[in-house]
Nanobody, 126 residues
Framework: QVQLVESGGGLVQAGDSLRLSCAAS????????MGWFRQAPGKEREFVAS????????YYADSGKGRFTISRDNVQKTVYLQMNSLKPEDTALYYC???????????????????WGQGTQVTVSS
């Protein structure tokens, strides 16, 4: 059974940092593209960042470029999202996702991912 368990969310002030973690089990982690998505109340789920299977390539939404860093540890089967200079508009439920057969052109599409976590809440106050 595949499980993705996110942690690290919380309530912070604008300008603060958070590091999200996603621990994976039940899958051959190193063969999956890993991604982070987020969903704010009343909005659609949106792409945040993703990382290639070996971790050598990272992809970011424009909203997080220069502030967010995605990384992975294929031994620990964990993917991370370091978020700096947080803004109130970053407030959302953050989801971890895993996709095995993802091609580059689909790496930002939620529908391309096979497995999802339950999410961790990030709230940024102004």
């Amino acid at each position: 059974q595949v499980q993705l368990v996110e942690s690290g969310g919380g309530l912070v002030q604008a300008g603060d940092s958070l590091r999200l973690s996603c621990a994976a089990s039940g899958l051959e982690f190193r063969t999956y593209v890993m991604g982070w998505f987020r969903q704010a109340p009343g909005k659609e789920r949106e792409f945040v960042a993703s990382i290639s299977r070996p971790g050598s390539n990272q992809y970011y939404a424009d909203s997080g470029k220069g502030r967010f860093t995605i990384s992975r540890d294929n031994v620990q089967k964990t993917v991370y999202l370091q978020m700096n200079s947080l803004k109130p508009e970053d407030t959302a439920l953050y989801y971890c996702a895993a996709g095995r057969g993802i091609i580059l052109s689909a790496i930002r599409e939620a529908g391309a991912y096979d497995y999802w976590g339950q999410g961790t809440q990030v709230t940024v106050s102004s």
